[in-house]
């Protein structure tokens, strides 16, 4: 799975400890039997949300004796369960799982056959329909299942942890009109006199069940020709059309070509087959069937801002193909294992295709977004065994976290080690489970290196090193001396020193000279023979260290580094740290390297650094780089960040971008968002006559409902209650109104909140999933204690995966009305916070000399 989803649930997760009071620690559960094979064999009816079949589980046994089983299976009914061969079994049912007993055990490598006959209704998860309706007569018509973690069980009989596959039939029946794609290879379909079909499924492939899938309904279909005889197909609503889908996905057969390639493995897979839907929630890499929202099917004007970012998502689902779905993790305590290592190939296709400048800037976002987590929210190991629910493990500990951490393994053991390493890897336990110390033994084979302490210290133990550096240069000894500090040790949290290396970096007449140092203990010193005063001084030139540096060598340094520095991190971290000293000359020198900047990226970082200046000279730069900024990779964050300051001239060059800047869809949408947030500045009737216009694919309106939130003002409210009424407004957009109630909710007159509030605890009963989602964020953000009680009673119907999500919320509301950390404002800012990363995806002890 993929950020995006992940970055809507944790909106409610900012600012809180990892895990709940009480958590446990998770293992992997006892397998004496074990199913072996799925036959699902179902009728799925999407006018009537509903599914009926049969479901029969081969159970095989692993040792004389056992006579038990339990599957998951939640809120089933009509339900039967008996023996294929009629050996008497007895069994029974408790609306969460199966319990069934054979008479007489089973002997060593016997297999039974498990006869499950049920049907499911309007499932709470796992299985989602879609069809028009009075309100949304122009809705597509599907049935789709999406099961990241634990939420196969909702309409699939079957044991709900990764460590127990299955191979795969499939014989779906429904309209005979309808595209019916699941895991695996298509047999054969067959039409029947009712006007349905069955279409019959075969994968050969051992699968858990939150891999197992299936798509059916009125689908557009793109054929994309073969990656070595297997078949590569996009689908979508009606409403998209085969080019949409060409230019979201187009690039997917050559991203197979350089996976196989790098891996030096062939795609284990019958075909390569994505859907996209709205609603679906980021995407994910189920077995040959990658599943995808809707949001990311791109027109010709959304393709100007999100190529880049669809294509790494592309890239990530694909690389789970190996790492996830060929190659399983054993249970969640190790599921860095798929999702650090599919972020990290996103890195080095990047590296491979692109070269240097990507591979650095996609290594120091990673790390951005890692440390902001560990930083504002909590710290933990990579890999642990104690969590909430196993759906709390998708953090961004999990994946920029862990990617980072491979990325510095590979620098330390080299390339040749690394990747000779990892292809062993990968072909040594390609169909089989993994725990971390068997990716650590293979590694230790190919490197001859004892990796244990590396594992404990880097996946194993909590935090990173946060380092304190300093640059003094003695002209009379010929000597520079670079004094670094660990400074993160914080024994309540359980972070420690580290010991790693990483390098010191100097140049002179515009060559860089690196050295390797050892950091180990809480400060050092090393001291550097140079022939004269260096240009730029440096820690981590190579770009290699997960670390945090305070590191300012001085200004005319600094703006050598932003001019001249050859690396992308070197001009970011430049920029940066001259923005802080807030000097007009130095945020000048920002501005005019802004202007000269080649790499987006760049653009990017220095924007924000602008933004975080907060003076008149960094406004004025940013209104002005405004008005010449074309790139859609960059507009977004660049509007965003002029926006941040409030005044007649923000709202004066916002105006100016709406009227005559590009017509990107994302960065429009944050142009009137930061227009709402110029408060008494912000012209209240042009919003509130743009929140009643649909817009593509619904982002700038989604723009226009947050500009209202953040007007503050009550007279957006009755604008805000309307869009949120089912049917009023555009299925691309109504959540956004939801989640924008809450945020304005807190800043309104005890009459206006009640109304509010009401709307927010009414829309947790919304036929859409993501509004329910919305509204509970905004009631959250709106610090609605009176509304506990129902938001509980709300989340008793929900899984138990989405009742942690409650949990939480009702914990951060308490906490808000406690007046604890994490209160009404710290919401609100994690509710912005959310909203802009989902619109986008950043004393010496000792000398020691190192001579040339």
Known sequence: MTDVMRMTELGVHHGADFTMPGAEAHYPPDIELEPMHLDIALRVDVEHRSAEGIVTSTVHAHHDGPTAIKLHAVDFEDLDVRDADGKKLAWSYDGKQISAEWAEPFKAGEQRKLVVHYKVVKPVTGLFFSAPGKEYPNAGTWAATDHETERARHWLPCIDLPNVRTTLSFHLTALKSYSILANGALVKEEEHEDGTKTAHYELKQRCPSYLVCFALGDFTRCDDGEHKGKPIAYFAEKSRSAEDLKRSFGRTGMMLDWMTRKLDDEFPFPKYFQFALPGIGGAMENISLVSWDGMFVLDETMALEWTWQVDQINLHEMAHSWFGDHIVCRDYAHAWLKESWAVYMETCFLEDTKGAEERDYDFFSNLHNYRAEADNSYVRPIATRTFDHSWSMYDRHLYPGGAVRLHMLRRELGDDVFWSGVRDYVKTYGGKVVETDDFRKVM??????????????????????????????????????????????????????????????????????????????????????????????????????????????????????????????????????????????????????????????????????????????????????????????????????????????????????????PKLYRARAAAWEMLGAQRDDAPLGRLLEAAAKDTPLGWEQSGVFRALAETRK??????????????????????????????????????????????????????????????????????????????????????????????????????????????????????????RKLNDRIGKLEAEKLKE
């Open 444 to 661: 230790e084979k190919h490197s001859g290196k004892s990796l244990v302490k590396w594992f404990d210290q880097w996946i194993l133990s909590k935090g990173y090193p946060q380092l304190k550096v300093s640059f003094s240069y003695d002209d009379k000894k010929k000597e520079g001396t670079f004094e670094i500090e660990q400074t993160q040790k914080d024994d309540k949290k359980g972070v420690g020193l580290f010991d790693f290396p990483t390098d010191i970096g100097w140049v002179i007449d515009g060559k860089l000279h690196t050295r390797e140092v050892r950091i180990e203990r809480d400060k050092h010193s090393f001291i550097v023979k140079m022939d004269k005063e260096p240009e730029q001084v440096r820690l981590d030139p190579l770009v290699r260290t997960v670390c945090s540096i305070d590191f300012n060598p001085g200004d005319e340094k600094l703006r050598k580094q932003l001019t001249d520095a050859g690396d992308v991190v070197g001009r970011i971290l430049a920029a940066r740290e001259l923005c802080k000293t807030a000097k007009r000359k130095n945020i000048e020198a920002v501005r005019d390297a802004y202007r000269r900047e080649k790499f987006w990226g760049v653009r990017v970082r220095m924007a924000g650094a602008l933004m975080g200046a907060n003076s008149e000279v960094a406004s004025d730069a940013l209104n002005e780089l405004l008005g010449v900024e074309q790139d859609g990779m960059v507009l977004e964050t660049l509007v965003r960040a002029a926006g941040n300051f409030r005044g007649p001239k923000v709202r004066e060059a916002l105006e100016r971008y709406l009227e005559k800047g």
């Open 714 to 835: 009550q007279e957006a409210l009755p604008a805000l209650l309307d869009a949120s009424t089912y049917g009023r407004t555009g299925y691309d957009s109504r959540h956004w109104a939801a989640a924008s109630i809450g945020a304005l909710a807190h800043y309104l007159e005890k009459a206006d909140r009640e109304r509010a509030v009401e709307r927010l605890v009414d829309l947790l009963r919304d036929p859409i999933g993501r509004v329910q989602k919305m509204a509970m964020m905004g009631l959250q953000s709106a610090e609605a204690t009176e509304a506990v009680r129902a938001l509980e009673s709300w989340g008793r119907g929900l899984s138990e995966q989405e009742q942690s999500a409650v949990k939480r919320a009702v914990a951060g509301i308490r906490a808000s009305a406690s007046g604890k950390p994490g209160g009404v404002d710290k919401q609100l800012d994690d509710f912005r916070e959310t909203v």
